[in-house]
């Protein structure tokens, strides 16, 4: 019995942060993201030394064949540094969607690429979780047509893997004839979104599974946004507490003011447990099917409104300064923000493990 | 990550399992919250003691089951009793915080004298800690005993002294050196609630049940040697247990079973053609209040898990008891809501659900939010202690009584 992550998680855990800590400061942060792409090379090149790009990346294909839950490690420390790289899309759910239903070719060209960082394939699955302005892809049998909204880890990508709206994936070039990118532009700079307008494009279907892949590609992303939340909300928590032990009003550190030590309290007392939830959630995809979407629903929600309250109250113990774009608190606060809506909102997310359950009827 | 227990402890589980299939249906049913355990209890009791299922660690001479202690046998036997349906050991103050107090600070003779007696059920206590002047300010206790003829003589009140009526004894806190800085003048005793001079009167709480009482002591006389620790030390004694307590109130199978008996109650309870679970409203609160009953299950997982290595709970461990009391007052207010209208009837109403079960719960838990340490006193605890956040500042306190402060800050409770 042990509970937790183990000791190479934790070396694993210690040398991302270190990493982190030297190649990406707030200040490397904020250049990246008003710059027209987030990602840095900096900071993806110290992370390759790593070998994170490739953890996903079965050992065949030149990857380390990793688990969810060292995916969940990672994730949080990304979160925690607000870190501008691609990795939920890229690197976690493109290998995953490959390594389950690419064709030999496409794994075989793909896979080692990604492992090594010189490939990036965003993965686009919004539709699957809730259609928003009529988006959705058809599938004829030969051809694309529609839209797919959120394709994660957007620009600069060479592919993109892309849910129909029955639930097949499909690869798709980036320079495809019929395929328009269009970036969006949302409140956290520190990733990239984009839309794929598909007129008639030649894409290569992935295995038809009934559906398996996108469930299995959606509860992994789920995990990843709630131990990306957890790191953020970390880091946000402590902020707050080193700020409330130097700030001075009224002749004292407002730290000791118990109105607002008991707002660090509450973030930390909701805060803690979502640690515990993220990880067996993360474990129970490796290792227990059949209750993964389901921890994975909870673990999405409950992170997206604990931080939620975390991302609000830290700003608010910073008082004014919180507010200000010079004090960088809000690259957490957005990217908490992003979190939270991505892949369903916690309602969206509730009402998805209410019917997995069989208390209602799907919509 | 690995949740298996090894097979050891499957072998364990099985064994357990055994008994409960074997043995289950002599567990007694309905014990009473605030009443003295009945024969069959009793026996039951026993029968847990000698097969080691509550007791366990408790040495055999002092009338436990004398085992090495073993997080995971304990776990498995709450998860296996909890899964059953089936009550565990007795739960009472006497078995959580005065046998583990005496264990660690009683004489030879008190471990002899009270122990066994105690975890059998023959021997009910109560607590005298809390008073009207002194609830999270504990250490502001004001029931003196001064010594004369080679006796204790008390005088004061206690409050929120939960089973005094049916109590045998009473372990106590009173101020022997009035001189000493607060907490430095404490002494912790113990006596018969038989003793003349004690008068107990029921203190009926918002639920309209006196769940707790007051205990009036006028002129008490307790011979010298009914102390436990040394005097002035008292203080220092009772936070030996008040871990316990808080313990006592985080239990995640607890949670789990609130949570498992409200899905039942919004499957069943009618609106019109449908039931409480077709409403949408109602079925994203409750998804929501499955999510964190799972992340205090894992969490309670993560605290097992760190205590298996020696590691003290951390963070983990100190939020149990605010989250854990929030929680469970709040699968009471979703039962109410469910059940609209419904939700008030009480009072053995006409019409009533489950004996009006769910409003008694809705009160009686803001009772223990604010008991035991109150929410206000945890979020203390966890800035404080888990956060290193500043202290309060203290104002006009004398320096000798500033160093106990230092000490045994935070340990401060509210209700018994």
Redesign the interface.
């Known amino acids: 019995?042990?509970?937790?992550?183990?000791q190479d998680q934790e070396m694993l855990c210690d040398a991302i942060s270190r990493t982190l800590a030297d190649t990406c400061p707030l200040d490397h942060v904020r250049e990246c993201a008003e710059g027209s792409v987030p990602f840095s090379d900096n900071v993806r090149s110290a992370l390759g030394e790593i070998g994170i790009w490739g953890m996903m990346v079965p050992e065949q294909h030149d990857g380390l064949g990793m688990t969810m839950?060292d995916a969940a490690a990672v994730a949080e420390q990304l979160g925690y540094a607000v870190a501008p790289v691609p990795f939920i899309g890229a690197h976690v759910l493109a290998p995953l969607a490959l390594a389950q239903g690419g064709s030999e070719e496409l794994k075989a060209h793909w896979l080692p690429r990604i492992a090594k960082g010189e490939a990036q394939i965003a993965v686009a699955i919004a539709e699957t979780v809730e259609i928003r302005d009529r988006a959705g892809v058809d599938f004829d049998g030969a051809k694309l047509d529609g839209t797919a909204l959120f394709a994660l880890d957007f620009l600069e990508a060479d592919a993109f893997l892309v849910a129909d709206t029955a639930g097949r994936m499909h690869f798709v070039a980036g320079d495809a004839a019929g395929l328009e990118k269009v970036a969006l532009k949302t409140i956290d700079r520190t990733r990239s979104v984009g839309e794929l307008r598909f007129s008639g494009v030649a894409g290569e279907a992935l295995a038809d599974d009934g559906g398996a892949t996108v469930r299995r590609l959606r509860d992994a992303g789920r995990v990843l946004l709630a131990a990306d939340s957890l790191g953020a909300g970390q880091a946000m928590?402590e902020k707050a507490?080193d700020y409330?032990?130097q700030r001075e009003q009224f002749g004292?550190?407002i730290?000791?003011f118990?109105a607002v030590?008991?707002m660090?309290?509450?973030m930390?007392?909701?805060h803690?447990?979502?640690?515990?939830?993220v990880?067996?959630a993360a474990?129970a995809f490796d290792?227990t099917p059949d209750e993964a979407s389901l921890?994975a629903?909870?673990?999405k929600?409950?992170t997206g409104?604990v931080h939620r309250f975390v991302a609000r109250t830290s700003t608010e113990v910073h008082g004014g300064m919180g507010f200000t774009d010079l004090l960088g608190l809000h690259f957490w606060f957005k990217r908490i923000g992003f979190d939270r809506q991505v892949l369903g909102g916690?309602?969206a997310v509730?009402?998805e493990?209410?019917a997995l359950q069989g208390?209602?009827q799907v919509a | 990550m690995d949740l298996d227990y090894g097979p050891q402890y499957d072998v364990f589980r099985e064994e357990v399992r055994q008994f409960l299939q074997t043995h289950g249906h002599r567990a007694p049913d309905g014990q009473g919250r605030a009443a003295r355990p009945s024969p069959e209890a009793v026996e039951w009791q026993k029968l847990l003691i000698l097969h080691g299922y509550t007791a366990r660690t408790i040495p055999k001479e002092y009338g436990g089951y004398g085992a090495e202690p073993d997080i995971l046998k304990s776990r498995i036997i709450a998860e296996e009793f909890s899964r059953a349906g089936i009550p565990a050991g007795l739960a009472n103050q006497g078995i959580s915080m005065l046998v583990p107090t005496l264990l660690e600070l009683g004489t030879e003779a008190q471990k002899r004298q009270w122990i066994e007696p105690t975890l059998n059920g023959e021997i009910v206590w109560c607590q005298g800690y809390s008073e009207p002047g002194a609830g999270s300010d504990l250490a502001a206790l004001k029931t003196s005993a001064r010594v004369e003829n080679g006796d204790f003589v008390i005088n004061g009140q206690k409050i929120w002294t939960s089973t005094a009526k049916q109590a045998d004894m009473i372990f106590c806190l009173v101020r022997t050196e009035p001189d000493a800085p607060k907490h430095g003048g404490i002494s912790y005793l113990i006596f018969s609630m038989d003793t003349p001079g004690i008068e107990v009167r029921p203190l009926k709480t918002m639920t309209g049940h006196a769940e707790f009482n007051e205990t009036f002591f006028t002129d008490l006389r307790v011979p010298l040697d009914q102390i436990v620790g040394q005097r002035g030390q008292g203080w220092y004694v009772a936070n030996a247990t008040l871990g316990h307590e808080r313990g006592m109130l985080g239990d995640p199978d607890a949670l789990e079973n609130r949570l498992q008996a409200l899905v039942r109650l919004m499957q069943k309870e009618r609106i019109g053609q449908g039931c409480a679970m077709d409403n949408a409203v109602l079925r994203d609160r409750l998804v929501a209040l499955q999510a964190e009953v799972a992340a205090m299950k894992f969490n309670g997982m993560r605290i097992l898990s760190n205590s298996l290595r020696g590691d003290a709970g951390g963070m983990a461990k100190l939020v149990v008891k605010l989250q854990s009391c929030e929680l469970a007052h709040q699968i009471s207010a979703l039962a109410i809501d469910a059940m609209g209208e419904m939700g008030i009837l009480y009072h053995g109403s006409e019409r009533e659900r489950e004996d009006g079960a769910w409003q008694w719960n809705y009160m009686f838990q803001l009772g223990l939010i604010i008991g035991g340490g109150t929410a206000q006193i945890q979020k203390n605890i966890i800035a404080e202690r888990g956060l290193e956040m500043p202290r309060e500042p203290k104002f006009a306190t004398p320096p000798a009584a500033e160093q106990a402060t230092a000490v045994a800050s935070g340990q401060n409770k509210g209700a018994a």
């Open positions: 019995m042990d509970f937790g992550l183990s839950l928590i507490v409330a032990g004292r550190v730290g000791s118990q030590k008991h660090c309290a509450e930390a007392a909701r803690e447990p979502c640690r515990s939830l990880w067996y474990h290792a921890v629903c909870h673990a929600s409950h409104e916690p309602e509730r009402a493990a209410a208390w209602t």
